[in-house]
């Protein structure tokens, strides 16, 4: 009998917002999109986080931004108008409802460092983890729109200044999460001794950018502190990845450029001391499947119909922090360094494989799925291509963005999940409890 070599399995994330619309612009007014449910109220969450859970994903990634972008035409009136990620409702409030009507599936939250103190952070992320029996992650984002620096009344720093102060921010959460020991409580009702105070850390923190003096008001959750997600990619932001995330999210449109980014992290990983491979690497995937490539081409052109041109360009204008509507549609879109997510810019650059790309093309590019490599076909056709993204692009995963919701997840759990398990290339059960242990032992 001959042993079969062990195939690297997918990890899985359902790439959300908590709002009107998730990234593919336009997929409210998809006449398949949250037919009979409101996504105001809790049921369509938990719907949505049991079909990943059955389909046995690592987690639901919450995606946020703070304000409605305002980088088109100086104004968030587009966004406003077409709907684009506009209206969104605040993240963190979805999760318990999330986690209470699953048991495996974890949540991934997009909590900004820009505008809330560590302290508070720290103790929400504690609290999440505990309500959740250990199935938080958190995705440090810094703030990269204007929008948000208006909307909070405060000047837009730079990106240098908000990496390093972002480092200060999770040094002072993780020396607050830390500072419980193992032992400290105690619990006696006899004696009333609940905790020895010897255990638990006074913080002193007295850094550039935060003071703190007191202790973490949160006993040590199951998970000691949020699984670390990011999802920098400039040089900065792929050097904070390296020092301290466990998962890496990236979208890049080719598999020449995973590679290219698997190897620079590999890098950079051994400058921080850290094993190669020792991050988890999440890669962007749109995907539209059928029964047959006619019905997926059918599906994926009903997609790309529901775009507007003018809410594509508000929404690019929003990620890259450049005004769109300075340019004409049918000028060459230059490769620059833009003031917003400098690492998605790359996908608009390569849309057509490196082929010159107008302001129009780009903008109904990106709105489509934020620039993911998109898989169109039967269940066969995107394993293949999920498997060539794990073993030639150094993929451990994919972030699959949610289109019309939540077909789009049940589809994809209900067709492609079992080729996936087919081939050897899925777990067909949770190896663990905790996000944590789901994530970086499979
Ligand atoms: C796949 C992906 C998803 C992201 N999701 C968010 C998000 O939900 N909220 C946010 O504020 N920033 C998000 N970002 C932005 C980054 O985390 C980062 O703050 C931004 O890219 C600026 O850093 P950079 O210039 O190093 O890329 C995302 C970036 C990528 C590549």
């Known amino acids: ?53 059955r389909g046995l994903f690592d987690a639901m990634f919450i ?18 108008k077409y709907g684009v990620q506009c209206p969104t409702h605040e993240p963190s409030t979805i999760v318990p409802i999330i986690t209470t009507a699953t048991e495996r599936l974890g949540v991934g939250v997009t909590l900004s460092t ?13 609290s999440l983890d505990h309500l959740s029996a250990g199935r938080i992650a958190w995705n440090i984002v810094s703030s990269y729109s204007k929008s948000e620096w208006d909307a909070y009344g405060q000047e837009m720093t730079m990106r240098t200044d908000r990496y390093d ?42 850094g550039k950018y935060f003071k703190s003096k007191g202790r973490h008001f949160c006993a040590p959750s199951p998970q000691g502190r949020p699984v670390f997600w990011q999802a920098g990619s400039s040089e900065r932001g792929r050097d904070f990845a390296a020092q301290y995330s466990e998962a890496i999210f990236a979208v890049h449109p080719n598999v020449e ?23 988890v ?20 052109a ?14 690019m204008s929003g990620h890259f922090g450049l005004d769109f509507s300075q340019y004409s549609p049918d000028e060459y879109v230059q490769n620059i360094e833009v003031p917003g997510i400098q690492g998605l810019f790359e996908s608009v650059i390569y849309a057509k494989g490196g082929a010159p790309v107008t302001v129009r093309e780009a903008a109904l590019h990106y709105a489509q799925g934020m620039g993911m490599p998109i898989a169109v076909g039967t269940p066969a056709d995107i394993a293949d291509q999920m498997e060539h993204y794990m073993d030639e692009g150094g993929a451990d995963g994919f972030m699959l963005i949610a289109t019309n919701t939540p077909g789009c997840f049940e589809e994809f759990v209900d067709l492609v999940v079992p080729e996936l398990q087919r081939r050897g290339r899925y777990r067909t059960s949770y190896p663990g409890i905790t996000l944590r242990e789901n994530l970086l032992n499979d």
Not at 1 to 15: E, N, Y
Not at 281 to 300: F, H, P, W
């Open 257 to 279: 450029r995973m590679r290219q980014y698997t190897d620079d992290i590999n890098v950079r990983l051994a400058k921080f001391g850290r094993p190669e491979n020792s991050v």
């Open 281 to 300: 690497r999440i890669y962007g995937l749109q995907t539209v499947v059928g029964l047959s490539r006619g019905e997926a081409e059918e599906k994926y």
């Open 63 to 80: 995606a946020d931004e703070l304000a409605p972008y305002n980088t088109y035409q100086g104004s968030s009136d587009a966004c406003v």
């Open 165 to 206: 102060r972002m480092e200060e921010y999770v040094d002072l959460c993780c020396q607050l999460w830390d500072s419980w020991e193992p032992d400290a409580i105690v619990a006696d009702q006899a004696s009333g001794i609940f905790a020895d105070p010897d255990k638990v850390k006074v913080i002193d923190y007295d």
């Open 114 to 126: 820009a505008f809330e103190h560590p302290y508070s952070m720290a103790r929400r992320l504690s």
């Open 1 to 53: 009998m001959s042993i079969q070599p062990h195939k690297k399995h997918a990890h899985l994330l359902g790439f959300i917002q908590h709002g009107v619309n998730s990234h593919a612009i336009g997929m409210w007014r998809h006449p398949k999109d949250k037919v009979n449910w409101d996504w105001k109220l809790p049921e369509y969450w938990q719907h949505m986080a049991r079909t990943m859970e």
């Open 302 to 315: 009903r997609i790309q119909e529901g775009i507007l041109p003018e809410a594509a360009l508000a929404w």
